[in-house]
Structures are given as structure tokens and as C-alpha cells.
């Protein structure tokens, strides 16, 4: 008797969440559902690159710089490739490692901020110290030394993005779980003799995502960004790997013929940045709204 | 307007009249109804208080009365005449001048109110100057005589401090002149005394009574406290989910309310449990020194004992150093030398130090249930948690003792897969008394557990403490600033002042005269529903600073 | 002691640290260059002397806390050391190579920044003021495309614009329009400055010239972080007119211009200086790629080639350089928040 109740509560339950999250969505503006819509198409050319691709990534033709045709949609590079193939793999390899990037950057600055801000004192001091250290050279420009120092490989980008990206992860992550961390339920649960994993996973963590969640998007941008403009400055993305920074540069001088081709990766490049800002913009404030709502 | 009413308002011809109004606010993307049709009347040098709980509308009404809604609000129905102007069909500009010249306000957290880049003089004449009413020299001249009226220390000075360079009641006191500076035939009044403690609050409501009828000022007194709007109105208004209940001039609507609903809001002050001196005691405090990193002292020599199966209310003002108490007997804060023993054994000083079953014996609820709940965990997993975590309850069992805590803080099965932004704060607040039941406790800290809930509310849970003290011989530490609570529930009082125990004893002897001087004062400072409260209090002190004086 | 001149003088104190371990940071770049650096530098022909001539030159035989100390003495004095592309013929101390350029890139930063910072803060307060309006949508959603646009994209764009002004009429694509259509859109075209779009300068260019050959760089620049700033402002704006005294001096029947001016603007400074100064520095960053896509001369360009060309001492000179801006800027901005708070101003 009990438990049907149970189970029927339980199912009540899940359905009101469910139909939350489809309210909100129904309720989304054009410019979230747009931004999704891109952004799904995005991740299915990354990840289906070789069997959408006309041609081969690195794949050389006979004409440098072939104009717009049959044979080759957008035309061909100062090498002879096929830029709408370059295009296509571009966006698995420029994601892709922005991706691992935010990814890594996010594992680093959200533990070392959450453990900050629960602890606090020395290992506080020490991390927050040392991150307004290293946020006092602005990123691109660290970047560029490192690089000078240790060269321009996938390896060294990734790693030099990632330690540099964290830092404002932890900013973040520390500032959001301060808020919470002196919220009185997680003193109920320090009180209750609950250790740190716990109250790290299960009453600080919870609470902080739908922030981080949304900063994931805005730092996935701003990575994203960077290794661009690196790669666009000749000290990213190496290649002859497909990328749409590089490949800006590269067929940089059409512009001056009054060819949009170079336009391509960049805009790309845009595209992608903008339907994340679009979503994340959206998402923060559905979230907000949900916080109102009480 | 009743008619049985109407042999007091001779004071003065009709200065506001209020006609079926309806404001409503936005959230949760659309409109929700805040003021359902509310009319209300006012005459010149006439104080009317405006009651009720939380959601009850009366800020809203407060503020509609000077022609303004909050942003995210707006008026969207009735008629407002004041000195019959009609308030919402005039152009904005004009109702701005008649701000702050004939209607003023004053705000519920003047420390929030004032701004903190100007002086506190140069805000107070700031209306005066700007709707040219006089120059500034005469503006600044009759602030400091307003000043004096009301009673702020070095009133020729004090206006050229900061807002942040004044205590919170003086600052009161100032925006009470600010709001004078026009002399405005209407002022409204949004909880002025709030956020203060009960000592600095007497001087406070003294200080607007005396210059409100000073200077025949009308008033809306905006309040949650029943024995303060009887000070102050000469007629209150109960409001309820944005309507009204009843009105009534004051003495009429204190000796006989006519309402069911206002009779529960009378009620409540009269809850008293007689006291029962214990056998043993529990808890033993003895001769604790508290501080903060690098701070001055918090507690000082404290000493108090807590007997098994009775509540210790432990009273104080903010500073008292009754919260740090709590943060010293949990283990959060090491004390910096004295001891404490429970059931027998010496506590170890801090949270680490402490064994799981003596964590599982002391169990505390806060005073905010909004913030001591996470919102992220379902009201199962909240009181499941503590089963599984002391006692290694599982599966069934666990379920079923989680089912028999419901039961015994009155409240359905059904809430188990809610979260806490689905309930209301005194389901909240049961919640959080099931999460310490549920360890099994012998002694549960109570910050405050009453103070952010309404009056109503506060009555079932104070009883549902008390039955569950009755029922499993748990003991209470009760930290309140609420004299009424005290009397509700305690058996033994513990009276501290700047973190020093003052009295401590059965509840009788506290409350009976003669007093020691710090609770004379505290006791005497607590507002009654007798009208003539403040009046009389007045008198007393000025007779005792006069006896003193000679 | 003054509150204030405590709390400027302890902000001066931090930021000198600051800037002393950033130096010990952009120094150990070349403690941190690995061994068979020099070999690649001077190529597969290096003999074993030129290469331990070059490793004495870079100074890695010494202790490198004597050379730490040595290479701050001579940055105090202005020597940056000398290029690692000068050891053939004659040596080109790294001084001279960036003089001329940081002059260049200053010169497009403060052009920027008097474009940008006042545009940005009229629009952030004008959507603050009108939020929810059209016109602040508009603008939310303009400025949110524009933030998410890589500089390089701008920059292209914009270029491309200028050269369609000449080109516009003769592509397949103009000439499939109608002809009144087509015609139309080079005149509006045409209304567009022929900006160049290379920034060729020289030391002898004449001023205004350089205002004018700067001009498609710093409106890409504009472009790009007024979207920033304009936010930033108008979030911080909000947040002040949200604040209790505000709504009390509505209460108090004050114009909404008293309450902008005399209410909200005091207190308005620190956040509005922070978001400038936070924007400048980003300004910073946008300067590198705008130059290397305009061909500008400025310090920004020469970082980049130096990193292809791994010129070690002329990037240490130059991070060094961005990353004193960069804490200059956070510095003027926290000690304009100090001076303009009235909690420090006067103390209790």
C-alpha cells in the first residue's frame, strides 16, 4: 500500500521535472533553438568528418587556389587541397582539441576551486595566490611564450590552454562554492560527522552546476577562440592538420581578389561561437528563472 | 468605513482614499495577483496599521499608497485619491513632486536605504531643496531641530556622518527626519523597526510616535508585529492574501476582534507551558572563552548547565554571543579555554575530535529551514540520510522509520519526493526537526528555529517541539531573542548580554521581579498588546532618570 | 594612517609583487628552453664552438639566480638584451627593435580606447536605463553575435567590404541582380571610406596619415570589445539601480536624471573603472592578431614572428611588456575603486 503510493509520488515527481525541462524548452527563443540546432550540426560533420568529406584530408590536386565548380565546391588552397574537405575535417580537429582543452581545463580549475573553497585557509591562500599570478599575463600572450619555449605541438597547445583556461574555472568554481559552502545545510552535514567526499559530491557539487554548466559553454568559446587565433598567428594547430584558424591564414590573400573563401573557416568559426553564446545565454537564464520560481 | 467606528475620526478632515485596488507582480513569467481589491481610508494626523503574515500585500499597499509599485509590479486596478488628487491618472513628473513633499516613506533597512556616497544631511534636505520648499541653509537648520526631536545624539553634528558611520537605530531615527524634512501630510512607514533589537526599537517607535503627532502627521504603519502596530495606529487594518479581514480603531480590534483569523494571530502570544525543574543535567558548560580568529572575545566566562528533558531558552540581543554558544557546544568553534561535559564525559573540544555517537546524541535545527535544507535533495534523502549514516539503516526499514518521522512531525508521505523550493517554510522547518529525530538525539540545539516564520506558524511549531519532548524526553537549548517564545517553551532562562551570562534560572524567577538590571531592561523593552504600553513604559523610565537624576 | 592611502599603498606593494614574480616567471623561459635549443637555433651546420658561444651569450654557463638578478638590472635600465636574430652581422639589441613598434602599438591602443570606452558606456548605460526595450534587445543580441566572432573574422570582414567597393560591380554574383539592385548596393558601398586596408607605417609617416592607415584596425578593435564592454556596463548598471537607496530616491520624488547622476553615478565608479580597465587589457590581446591580419608594425606582430622564429629574449621582452600593461591597468582600476569609496574615504 505503502510503496504504490510511493511509487506513484515518484512518478509524479519525475513527470513534473521532465515536463520542466520541456516548458522551458517550448518556451526557449528562437535565437536557443537556433544555437542548438547548429550546434548538433556541428558535433554530426565532426563527428562523421571522413565519410561526409569529398576528398582526402591532406589530399593535393594540381590547381592552387582553383575557383568555386563542380569538382571542387569552395574551390582549392595555395596547396591544391580542397578547401569544403579541409572545412570538414577542420571542424573535427578545431573542436575537437578545444574540446579536450575546456574538458581538461574544467577537471583541473573546478576540483582545485571547490576544494578551496570548502577548505579554505593555507591551500586557499596558496592556489587563489598563485592563480592571481598567472592571471596577471593575459592568456594569449603567456600562450605565446610558452609556445616560443616549447613549441608548437597538439600536446603542448592542449596542456598550455587548458593550465591557463583553469585558472578562470577556479575563480569561478571557488566563488560559487563559497556560496555555498556556508550555506547552513552544509554545516548540518559537517555537523552530522559527513566526510569531505560527501559533502563535496553530494551537498556542495549539486548546487554549483547549472553555473559551471553555463561557464563550460562561455570557456569552451573562449578556448575555442584561442587555439584559433593562435592557429590563425601560425603557432597553434600545426600542419598540414585541417584547421580552420590556419586555413584563414593561409588563403588569407583571396581577399584582396574580393573571394569570400577565407571568410569560410572564419565565419565557421563565428557560427559555432555564437549558437554556444546563443544556448548558454538562454540556459542561464531558464535557470535563473527556475531559482526564482521557488 | 463601519460606522461603529466613527466616534474617533474627528481628528481631521479626509486626507486618502483608497478604492478596490489591485496590484499584481511578475514572476515565474507572468502575472500573479499580490493586492485583490483593498479600500482603505485615511484622515489627516490619523495613524493607520497595516497587519498580517507574510504575502499578506501590505508593503505593496504601503507603496500604492504614494502612486508607486515596485519594479516588477504594477497597479492594474482602482482608484487612489489623496487630498483628492487622483494619484494614477496624474502625469508622472507631478506625482513625483508630490513625493517626498506631501507623501514621504520610510524603509524597512535604512543602512540598505541610504545612500553611501552622501552624507546623511545632504540626503535628509535633499526633497526639501530640490521641490525649492526652502533654501538649503534652512533646510540644513531644521534638519538638526528634527534631529533633536528625535532624539540622535549630537544632533548639530551627526547629519555630516556617512550612513555606514551611524549605528542601524540611529540611522532609523534619520530617515524618520528625512521623511519629515517636507512636513508631508502623509508618511508611510514599511516596517521601520524590523531589523532592530528590542532595546534600541523602544527608543525608536518613541521617537516617530512623538513627531508624527508632533506635527498631526497621517501615517501607514506597515508591520508583522501586533504589539507594535498597537503603539502606534490609531486604527489597523488585517490584511490576508492581499485582502482584508477586518478593520477596526485599535483598542476595539485588540479588547474584541471579530475574525477567526485575527483571533489566531492574537492567540499566539498567549502560549505558556508552566516549567518543570529538572532531576539531572545533561549538558555542563563550564567557564567557556570564546573568540574568533584574531578577534576580541565573543564569549566571556560562561557557565550554564542544561537539565536532561527540559529546554534552557538562552536570550540575548544581536552581540550577545548566544549563536557563538551554539558554534561552541557543536565543536565548529574550539572554545579558547573552559570545558565542556555531556551525560557524564568531557566533550572534546572540536568536530574532529568528536566520535560519530556523540555527533549522532547532539543534533541542531537553524533558524532559516531555506538554507539548512539543500535544494537539490528530495525531503527522503534529507531525513534518510542521518538513518543510514548513525543508525545503518537500509532498504525497508529504512523507508518505514522515515515513514514513522513524518508521521510524528504531522506531515504527509506525499512531500517524501519533493524538494525543499516545493514547500512552505514551516513545512521546511518540520522537515528539519525529522532530520535531527531522526538521529535519535538527546539534545537538540535550537537557533532561532522561530524567527523567519509567521506568527501562525511559529505556534505549531513551538507546539510540535514541545510534544516531542513530551514523547522522547529530549532536551532543548533555545536560542531566541523572542520573549514570547521564551515563555512558550522554556523551563529553565539564561539571559547573556555581550557575551556574558547575566541570569540564569527556573523561568519564573527570570520573569518575576525584581530583575537584574540588563533584564529589566530586555523584559521591560518587549512590546505588550496593551496600547498603553509604550506610554507607560515611557513614563516609568523618565520617573526612574528623573529619581536617579536627583 | 588614512584608510585609503593604507589600502592604495597596500594595492602598490601587491602589484610590485605581482610584476616581480611575473618577471622571475618570463625569465625562467629561458632556464626552461631545452638543451638542444641552441643546435636548433644555429642550425645542422653549427660547430660545437659556436654553439658553446652562443649558450655563453644566452648566459645557461652561469648560476641562474646571478643572471636573474643581472638581466632585471639591465631591464631596470632599459636593456632588454640583444635579439637572438642578430648573432650574424652586426648585433641588434632588442631596445631597437621594439621602441618604434611599441610606440606604433600604443598609438593604435589609445585611439581604440578613445573610440571605444565612451561608445561602450553611453550604450551600456542607454540599454541599462532602457532594459527590455527593443532597443536594449537589439543591442543584447548584436552584442552577443559580435562577442562570439574571432577578431581575425572582423577584421576579414570588414576588409572584405572596402575591396567590395571596386569589386562589387564586376563579380557573377552582382551581375545576376537586377541592375537597379545591383546599383544601389555599390552606392551604399561606395559610401563606406576607402580605408587601406594594409597599414603601411613608418616612422616618417605624418600623424593624421597614421590615424588614417589606423583606422581599419582600430574600428575592428572597436568593434570587438565595445560589445564587451557595453555588456559589462549595462550588468553593472542594473545591479546598482536595483540597490534599496535607489528605489528610495524614486520614493523621495527625484527626477530619473538626479537619480542617475546624483544617486546611482557615485557609486557607479568602481564597477564601471573595472570593466574598463578589464576590457583594455583584453584590448591587449586583440592588438597581436589585428596586426598580423592589417600587416601593422607593432609590438604585437613582432611577438608572433619572434615565437615562430623562437627569438627568445625579444618575446620575454614583449610579454613583459603586455603583462605590465596588463597589471598597470588592474592597478589604476583598484586604486580609482579605493579613492572612490566612501566607506575608506571616511572611515568611521
Same mark, same amino acid.
Given at each position: ?43 554530426? $560533420?565532426?563527428? #562523421?568528418?571522413?565519410? %561526409? &568529406?569529398?576528398?582526402?584530408? *591532406?589530399? =593535393? +590536386?594540381?590547381? /592552387?587556389? @582553383? ?86 605541438? $597538439?600536446?603542448? #597547445?592542449?596542456?598550455? %590552454? &587548458?593550465?591557463?583556461?583553469? *585558472?578562470? =574555472? +577556479?575563480?569561478? /568554481?571557488? @566563488? ?119 | ?550 | ?348
Amino acid at each position: 500500500m505503502t510503496s504504490t503510493e510511493h511509487v506513484v509520488a515518484v512518478s509524479r515527481q519525475r513527470r513534473t521535472r521532465a515536463s520542466r525541462v520541456k516548458t522551458a524548452l517550448k518556451k526557449a527563443p528562437f535565437s536557443a533553438w537556433f544555437g542548438i540546432v547548429v550546434i548538433l550540426g556541428y558535433v554530426f $560533420v565532426a563527428l #562523421l568528418a571522413p565519410w %561526409i &568529406a569529398p576528398y582526402g584530408e *591532406t589530399q =593535393v +590536386f594540381t590547381e /592552387a587556389f @582553383a575557383p568555386w565548380s563542380q569538382e571542387f565546391i569552395v574551390g582549392t588552397d595555395q596547396l591544391g587541397r580542397d578547401v569544403l574537405t579541409r572545412l570538414i575535417y577542420g571542424a573535427r580537429n578545431t573542436i575537437g582539441i578545444a574540446f579536450a582543452t575546456t574538458l581538461l581545463s574544467f577537471a583541473v580549475g573546478v576540483t582545485l576551486g571547490l576544494l578551496a573553497a570548502m577548505y579554505r585557509g593555507w591551500l586557499d591562500q596558496i592556489l587563489s595566490r598563485a592563480v592571481d599570478v598567472l592571471m596577471s599575463i593575459p592568456s594569449l600572450i603567456f600562450a605565446l611564450m610558452l609556445l616560443s619555449i616549447f613549441g608548437s605541438s $597538439v600536446t603542448s #597547445l592542449i596542456l598550455i %590552454i &587548458a593550465l591557463l583556461d583553469s *585558472t578562470r =574555472v +577556479f575563480r569561478l /568554481a571557488r @566563488a560559487v562554492g563559497l556560496n555555498v559552502a556556508v550555506m547552513e545545510y552544509v554545516e548540518a552535514a559537517q555537523l552530522r560527522g559527513e566526510g569531505p567526499r560527501w559533502i563535496l559530491t553530494k551537498e556542495i557539487l549539486p548546487n554549483v552546476l547549472p553555473p559551471l554548466i553555463a561557464e563550460f559553454g562561455l570557456r569552451f568559446c573562449f578556448v575555442f577562440l584561442t587555439i584559433a587565433a593562435l592557429s590563425f598567428l601560425g603557432v597553434g594547430i600545426q600542419p598540414p592538420t585541417a584547421d580552420w584558424g590556419s586555413m584563414v591564414r593561409e588563403n588569407a590573400t583571396l581577399i584582396t581578389y574580393g573571394d569570400i573563401t577565407p571568410l569560410l573557416p572564419a565565419g565557421a568559426i563565428a557560427l559555432l561561437t555564437v549558437s554556444v553564446n546563443f544556448v548558454v545565454d538562454w540556459f542561464l537564464h531558464a535557470t535563473s528563472g527556475l531559482r526564482d520560481e521557488k | 468605513m463601519k460606522s461603529k467606528n466613527s466616534g474617533q475620526r474627528e481628528k481631521g478632515t479626509k486626507l486618502l482614499s483608497v478604492r478596490n485596488l489591485h496590484v499584481e507582480g511578475f514572476s515565474d513569467e507572468r502575472w500573479h495577483p499580490i493586492v485583490r481589491g483593498v479600500d482603505l481610508s485615511l484622515k489627516r494626523g490619523e495613524v493607520l496599521g497595516l497587519i498580517g503574515e507574510s504575502g499578506a500585500g501590505k508593503s505593496t499597499i504601503g507603496l500604492a499608497a504614494m502612486g508607486y509599485a515596485k519594479p516588477g509590479c504594477r497597479i492594474t486596478q482602482g482608484s487612489i485619491l489623496f487630498d483628492g488628487i487622483d494619484l494614477l491618472a496624474m502625469a508622472e513628473t507631478a506625482r513625483r513632486r508630490l513625493r517626498g513633499s506631501r507623501i514621504a516613506y520610510v524603509a524597512q533597512s535604512a543602512a540598505a536605504s541610504f545612500n553611501p556616497a552622501h552624507r546623511l544631511l545632504d540626503q535628509t534636505v535633499e526633497t526639501v531643496v530640490a521641490h525649492g520648499i526652502a533654501s538649503r541653509e534652512a533646510a540644513n537648520r531644521d534638519a538638526m531641530k528634527l534631529y533633536r526631536r528625535l532624539h540622535l545624539p549630537d544632533p548639530d553634528t551627526i547629519g555630516f556622518r556617512y550612513p555606514h558611520q551611524v549605528s542601524g537605530g540611529q540611522l532609523q531615527r534619520a530617515m524618520t527626519a528625512m521623511a519629515m524634512a517636507c512636513r508631508p501630510d502623509l508618511i508611510v512607514f514599511d516596517e521601520p523597526t524590523t531589523a532592530l533589537d528590542v532595546t534600541t526599537q523602544v527608543e525608536v517607535l518613541a521617537s516617530i510616535r512623538k513627531i508624527v503627532e508632533e506635527f498631526n502627521t497621517a501615517a501607514i504603519y506597515v508591520t508583522h508585529d501586533l504589539a507594535v502596530v498597537a503603539q502606534m495606529a490609531n486604527r489597523i487594518m488585517v490584511l490576508r492574501h492581499g485582502r482584508t479581514v477586518e478593520e477596526a480603531e485599535t483598542r476595539q480590534m485588540l479588547a474584541a476582534p471579530a475574525e477567526d483569523y485575527t483571533r489566531t494571530l492574537w492567540a499566539v502570544r498567549k502560549l505558556a507551558k508552566p516549567e518543570v525543574p529538572a532531576a539531572d543535567h545533561l549538558l555542563t558548560i563550564d567557564n567557556i572563552t570564546a573568540a574568533y580568529a584574531g578577534k576580541v572575545k565573543v564569549l566571556q566566562d560562561v557557565s550554564i548547565k542544561v537539565p536532561r528533558g527540559r529546554t534552557v531558552a538562552v536570550v540575548g540581543e544581536s552581540g550577545s554571543g548566544k549563536s557563538t554558544l551554539a558554534r561552541v557546544i557543536t565543536g565548529l568553534l574550539p572554545p579558547v579555554s573552559g570545558s565542556i561535559s555531556f551525560a557524564g564525559h568531557r566533550l572534546p573540544r572540536t568536530l574532529k575530535e568528536r566520535p560519530k555517537d556523540i555527533l549522532r546524541r547532539i543534533q541542531m535545527i537553524y533558524q532559516m529551514p531555506d538554507n539548512a535544507l539543500n535544494p537539490r535533495q528530495t525531503v527522503e534523502e534529507v531525513i534518510s540520510r542521518p538513518l543510514e549514516f548513525y543508525l545503518g539503516l537500509k532498504g525497508a526499514a529504512c523507508d518505514r522509520r522515515v515513514g514513522e518521522l513524518m508521521h510524528m512531525i504531522e506531515m504527509d508521505e506525499n512531500f517524501l519526493d519533493r524538494l525543499p523550493g516545493e514547500l512552505s517554510g514551516g513545512q521546511k522547518q518540520r522537515i528539519c526537526i525529522a532530520r535531527a529525530l531522526a538521529a535519535n538525539p538527546e539534545l537538540i540545539i535550537c537557533d532561532e528555529v522561530t524567527s523567519a516564520l509567521d506568527q501562525i506558524v511559529q505556534e505549531e511549531i513551538l507546539k510540535l517541539l514541545m510534544r516531542l519532548q513530551q514523547e522522547f524526553g529530549v532536551s532543548y537549548i533555545f536560542i531566541t531573542h523572542d520573549i514570547a517564545t521564551v515563555r512558550a517553551i522554556a523551563d529553565e532562562v539564561v539571559v547573556m548580554h555581550q557575551g556574558k551570562v547575566v541570569e540564569q534560572g527556573l523561568k519564573t524567577e527570570i520573569l518575576t521581579p525584581p530583575h537584574a538590571p540588563y533584564t529589566e531592561l530586555l523584559l521591560s523593552s518587549v512590546p505588550e498588546m496593551d496600547p498603553d504600553w509604550l506610554t507607560k513604559l515611557l513614563e516609568t523610565r523618565e520617573r526612574k532618570r528623573v529619581g536617579a537624576a536627583n | 594612517m588614512n584608510p585609503v592611502v593604507r589600502t592604495v599603498l597596500q594595492r602598490l606593494g601587491l602589484g610590485l609583487i605581482t610584476l616581480f614574480i611575473v618577471t622571475i616567471i618570463i625569465f625562467s623561459a629561458i632556464a626552461m628552453l631545452p638543451g638542444d635549443f641552441a643546435k636548433a637555433m644555429l642550425g645542422q651546420s653549427a660547430t660545437p664552438e659556436t654553439v658553446a658561444a652562443f649558450q655563453r651569450e644566452i648566459g645557461i654557463d652561469r648560476p641562474p639566480v646571478e643572471r636573474y638578478f643581472a638581466w632585471v638590472g639591465q631591464i631596470v635600465q632599459g636593456d632588454f638584451g640583444s635579439s637572438f636574430a642578430s648573432r650574424t652581422g652586426y648585433r641588434r639589441t632588442v631596445a631597437e627593435i621594439i621602441a618604434p613598434r611599441l610606440y606604433n602599438t600604443m598609438f593604435l591602443a589609445v585611439m581604440t580606447a578613445l573610440i571605444a570606452v565612451p561608445l561602450a558606456l553611453g550604450l551600456g548605460i542607454l540599454a541599462a536605463l532602457y532594459r527590455n526595450s527593443w532597443f536594449d534587445r537589439v543591442v543584447n543580441t548584436v552584442t552577443l553575435t559580435t562577442i562570439s566572432f574571432p577578431e581575425f573574422f572582423v577584421a576579414y570582414m570588414l576588409a572584405y567590404l572596402i575591396i567590395s567597393r571596386d569589386t562589387f560591380i564586376g563579380t557573377e554574383f552582382a551581375q545576376s541582380l537586377p541592375e537597379w539592385l545591383a546599383a544601389s548596393i555599390n552606392w551604399v558601398l561606395n559610401l563606406v571610406p576607402k580605408f587601406p586596408t594594409l597599414a603601411n607605417i613608418s616612422d616618417q609617416t605624418p600623424f593624421w596619415e597614421h590615424v588614417w592607415r589606423a583606422a581599419l584596425p582600430s574600428i575592428t578593435l572597436t568593434l570587438v570589445i565595445v560589445a564587451h564592454m557595453m555588456r559589462m556596463t549595462r550588468t553593472a548598471i542594473i545591479n546598482m539601480l536595483a540597490s534599496p537607496y535607489i528605489d528610495m530616491a524614486r520614493l523621495k520624488g527625484m527626477s530619473p536624471m538626479t537619480i542617475v547622476l546624483r544617486h546611482a553615478l557615485p557609486n557607479a565608479w568602481a564597477p564601471i573603472v573595472t570593466v574598463i580597465a578589464f576590457n583594455l587589457a583584453y584590448l591587449i590581446v586583440g592588438v597581436v592578431v589585428v596586426e598580423v591580419v592589417f600587416v601593422y608594425p607593432g609590438i604585437g606582430q613582432l611577438m608572433v614572428d619572434a615565437v615562430k622564429s623562437r627569438d627568445v629574449p625579444v618575446v620575454q621582452a614583449c610579454a613583459l611588456i603586455f603583462a605590465a600593461t596588463y597589471i598597470l591597468l588592474n592597478l589604476t582600476a583598484d586604486i580609482i575603486s579605493i579613492a572612490t569609496n566612501p566607506r575608506l574615504l571616511h572611515p568611521r
